[in-house]
């Protein structure tokens, strides 16, 4: 049996927000996920768009997180050592009908505390973005909009937890939760782990944790997000976020730049009954491809890399629960973390370790390490710093993945650092090995040779993600 202060149960970007905030005090916390690492749910597959915060209701919790997260992703940014491009966003209108819908975001935006937002016209908006279509009419820009990459973001937010102090168990399932004379007994494909406080930060399944302890029930709706993603060859086809006008299920296509350079096309918002239906399908990439290139002419669709899937969870309510539950003590909710989830993330580790804080009377720690250095890229390094560094570590001049340029360095560091990757995914997220043209297909041999040596294993023992999904299947002399 285990005992925690507080276990945190999830290790997508909320959880390890949550986790991030509370290794400032002097409190034991663990964080439970169910996968194999972190980054495993809806934060590894979205938009990675900073929302600049006006499309949430004034006065609502998604507003307030939005504009707080919008104003800390800078700041924790640098101190995390992660991509953060303040690139601005558009939501373009068609035609004069649609401009006192763009004077409808343009004033929630201001009410919302959203700073040099702009109504445009035709011209400056094509001066702004020359492949928008010839159709567009106006827009309204918000220059706080960004673009940040999410795996890096949860990645480092849990590192930094992790060097302050938070243990992380993986491949641990809550199955059940028991209310005990003081806490929660949560019970586990890994035995029970007992706690005082519970932070329910659990993704798509935040309603049956959720109602396991309230009898105040929530439903969780998973809404699909399909995505294609373009080669870094069509990264200069627009610079900004360009959206069009949200609609009943959200925000709409979208076609942006992402912090890696790629363009990214998407998503759609389809509701499904299974919470794991990260598929695509034809109907909703054709929908994609359809509504992207609505706003934005001569997309270069031959560039497209790869498609794939998110799942937003869309509470009945339309809005982010963050609170302590009444009827449950000791036990909050971080449930109905749909968009805009990512921007939000750094002000809902904020407000759930105060809600914590005020509750526990927590202490900061004197010794809390606020920085953490990112994976070395070789490749960013001026031409004589990288030769020094080839002298000292013939590592860093081996290329294992040649699309991203990613060295075997890289990757022995993606896999030494605290919370290392012990997956081809999860050096992919970590170091981007993969995540090219060839979207693996040259580096993936490569990488499990390196990752077998790693974690003194066999090659065949290597998985995608974790679980059995083992890559070596058998030899082709087998069949002899
Ligand atoms: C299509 C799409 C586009 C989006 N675009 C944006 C955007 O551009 N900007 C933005 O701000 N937001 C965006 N979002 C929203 C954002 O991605 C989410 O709000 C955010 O990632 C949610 O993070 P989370 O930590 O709450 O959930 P998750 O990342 O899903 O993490 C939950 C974790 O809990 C684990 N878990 C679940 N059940 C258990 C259990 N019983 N025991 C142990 N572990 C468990 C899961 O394995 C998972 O790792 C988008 C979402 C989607 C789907």
């Avoid at 649609?98 to 040099?116: Q, S, W």
């Avoid at 959200?250 to 076609?255: D, F, P, S, T």
Wanted: charged fraction near 25%.
């Amino acid at each position: 049996m285990y005992k925690y202060d507080v276990i945190i149960i999830g290790g997508g970007v909320c959880g390890c927000a949550v986790a991030r905030e509370l290794s400032r005090y002097k409190v034991n916390v663990c964080v439970l996920e169910k996968e194999e690492d972190v980054c495993c749910g809806t934060s590894k597959a979205n938009s990675g768009i900073v929302h600049a915060g006006y499309d949430a209701p004034t006065g609502s919790m998604k507003a307030k997180m939005n504009l707080r997260g919008n104003q800390l992703m800078e700041p924790l940014s640098k101190e995390l050592d992660i991509p953060f491009i303040r690139n601005g966003s558009l939501v373009v209108g068609k035609s004069k009908e649609d401009m006192p819908r763009l004077e409808e975001l343009y004033d929630r935006g201001n009410a919302n505390g959203v700073k040099g937002l702009q109504i445009l016209s035709k011209e400056e908006l094509l001066e702004k973005e020359p492949n928008l279509g010839d159709d567009v009419y106006g827009a309204l820009y918000a220059p706080t909009g960004g673009i940040v990459c999410p795996f890096e973001l949860n990645i480092a937010l849990a590192e930094n937890a992790n060097v302050n102090g938070v243990d992380f168990k993986f491949c641990t399932k809550v199955t059940g939760i028991e209310r005990q004379e003081e806490g929660y007994r949560l019970l586990t494909n890994q035995g029970v782990y007992d706690t005082k406080y519970v932070v329910n930060a659990a993704g798509v399944y935040a309603d049956s944790l959720h109602n396991m302890v309230s009898e105040q029930k929530i439903n969780i709706t998973a809404r699909r997000g399909d995505y294609c993603l373009l080669d870094k060859r069509a990264k200069a086809h627009v610079r900004s976020t360009i959206f069009t006008l949200p609609g009943k299920f959200g925000k709409g296509i979208l076609v942006a730049p992402t912090a890696h350079g790629n363009l990214i096309l998407g998503p759609t918002a389809i509701d499904i009954q299974d919470k794991e239906g990260t598929n695509t399908t034809r109907e909703g990439l054709d929908q994609v491809l359809k509504k992207a290139g609505m706003n934005v002419k001569n997309l270069p669709l031959r560039q497209v890399i790869t498609s794939f899937a998110g799942l937003r969870a869309h509470e009945d309510r339309d809005e982010f629960i963050i609170e302590e539950l009444a009827d449950a003590p000791g036990f909050i909710d971080c449930a109905g973390i749909e968009s805009p989830g990512l921007t939000s993330c750094p002000a809902i580790g904020e407000r759930i370790a105060g809600i914590l804080r005020e509750r526990m009377g927590l202490v900061e720690k004197d010794d809390f390490i606020s920085t953490r250095k990112g994976i070395l890229r070789p490749a960013n390094l001026p031409k004589e710093e990288q030769a020094a560094l080839l002298r000292e570590n013939p590592a860093y001049g081996n290329i294992i993945c040649r699309c991203e340029m990613i060295t075997e360095g890289e990757i022995i560091d993606a896999i030494r650092r605290p919370l290392g990757a012990k997956s081809l995914d999860g050096v992919k997220r970590r170091t981007r090995a993969g995540m090219g043209r060839c979207q693996s297909g040259f580096c993936s041999p490569r990488t499990m040779e390196i990752l077998a040596r790693e974690w003194k294993m066999e090659v065949r023992e290597v998985t995608k993600s974790g679980g059995d999904s083992y890559l070596v299947l058998g030899t082709n002399k087998d069949v002899f």
